[in-house]
C-alpha cells in the first residue's frame, strides 16, 4: 500500500465535482471525487463546518475511494432542514441521502458533529456501514475544572493561517439558526455513551493531542465504550480539533492505513501517534 508523505497535498487524476440535488424544496450540496467504481467513503464535517475542511484529504482518499464530502442541512451550501435538527434528525437524514444516491454500503468518516452522527447512523445500520472513522466525535464530556486543567496544560502547537480561514468562512457560512440549533442539539443529546456501546463495525478513533475543544482524555473514554467492536484509538501529536487540516499528513495516513487494511484489530487498542 503506497501512501504519500506527511504534509504533502496530492494531486489526484479525479477532479473534484459540486453536486448540487433539490428534493422536497430542499437543496443539498456535496462534492466528490475518485474511481466511480471504488468503495464509497463518506465524510461528515462537524459544527460550523462544510466541504472546505476536508480539502487537505478529498486528493489522498479519492485515490483509493469513490469519496462523498456533504454539507450537512444548514452548513456550506445546503439548506437547512423544516424541521428542528437533532443528532437523530442528522442520522435519519444521512439514511435518505444514501438512499437517493444508491450507496447500500459505504465507509464512514466523521469529525466532532459529524462523528456523533456518524456513529449514530452506523450503530443503527451496521450493514451498511463498511469501517467507521471517528475524529474526536461529540457527544462525551469532561467537568469545567477537567477542561480548564487541560487548556492550562496542553501542548501549545501554531495553527497555520489557511486553517483559521477556512474554518472562519465555514463558520460564516452557516445558517445561524442551524448553527444554534446543532448546538443545542449536542449537548441535548444523552445517547452518546449508549450508541458507542452499541457499534459492532470496525472503528478507528482518532484524536489530536492539542483539541482544545475536546479533550483527548475523551478518547480513552470513547474506546472503552466500543466493547462490542473491533476498535483502537489513535492520538495525533501537535494535531488540533481540526486535525484533519492542520495534522493532514498523519491523518491521512492513519485513515488510510486502518480502511485498506483487509484485517481490522480484533479488540480495543491504544496507540499514540508520532505525527
Known amino acids: ?47 460550523g463546518g462544510n466541504v472546505n475542511w476536508w480539502q487537505m484529504n478529498m ?11 456533504l454539507d450537512l442541512p ?17 442520522a435519519a437524514f444521512l439514511v435518505g441521502w444514501l438512499d437517493f ?13 459529524g462523528g456523533h452522527i456518524a456513529a449514530r447512523f452506523a450503530s443503527r445500520q451496521p450493514h451498511r456501514t463498511s469501517k467507521l472513522v471517528l475524529a474526536a466525535p461529540s457527544g462525551l464530556w469532561v467537568t ?15 495553527v497555520p493561517l489557511s486553517q483559521t480561514l477556512s474554518i472562519a468562512t465555514g463558520t460564516m457560512r452557516t445558517d445561524l439558526l442551524t448553527l444554534g440549533l446543532s448546538l443545542k442539539a449536542i449537548l441535548a443529546d444523552r445517547g452518546a455513551a449508549e450508541t458507542l456501546s452499541a457499534l ?7 484524536w489530536g493531542g492539542s483539541d482544545g475543544v475536546l479533550p483527548p482524555v475523551l478518547g480513552e473514554r470513547a474506546l472503552q ?17 481540526n486535525m484533519m487540516y492542520d495534522q493532514a499528513g498523519e491523518f491521512n495516513r492513519q485513515t488510510l492505513g486502518f480502511l485498506l487494511q483487509e484485517t481490522p484489530v480484533s479488540g480495543p487498542v491504544y496507540r499514540k501517534s508520532s505525527g
Request: charged share 20%; glycine share 10%; hydrophobic share 40%.
Open 1 to 47: 500500500m503506497k501512501l504519500f508523505q506527511p504534509g504533502s497535498r496530492l494531486e489526484t487524476p479525479y477532479p473534484t465535482e459540486d453536486i448540487y440535488i433539490y428534493r422536497d424544496g430542499h437543496r443539498l450540496h456535496y462534492q466528490v471525487a475518485g474511481p466511480p467504481d471504488a468503495p464509497a467513503l463518506v465524510l461528515l464535517h462537524g459544527i
Open 74 to 90: 444548514g452548513f456550506g451550501f445546503s439548506w437547512r432542514l423544516r424541521k428542528p435538527f437533532s443528532i437523530d434528525e442528522g
Open 101 to 113: 444516491l444508491g450507496l447500500e454500503q459505504v465507509n464512514l468518516l466523521g469529525h466532532s458533529m
Open 144 to 158: 469545567t475544572g477537567q477542561r480548564l486543567k487541560w487548556l492550562r496544560d496542553m501542548p501549545r502547537v501554531s
Open 200 to 206: 459492532t463495525v470496525p472503528t478507528l478513533l482518532l
Open 59 to 69: 486528493p489522498a482518499f479519492s485515490r483509493h475511494f469513490r469519496t462523498y464530502a
Open 225 to 241: 465504550l466500543l466493547q462490542q467492536a473491533p476498535a483502537r484509538l489513535e492520538y495525533i501529536v501537535g494535531g488540533t480539533h
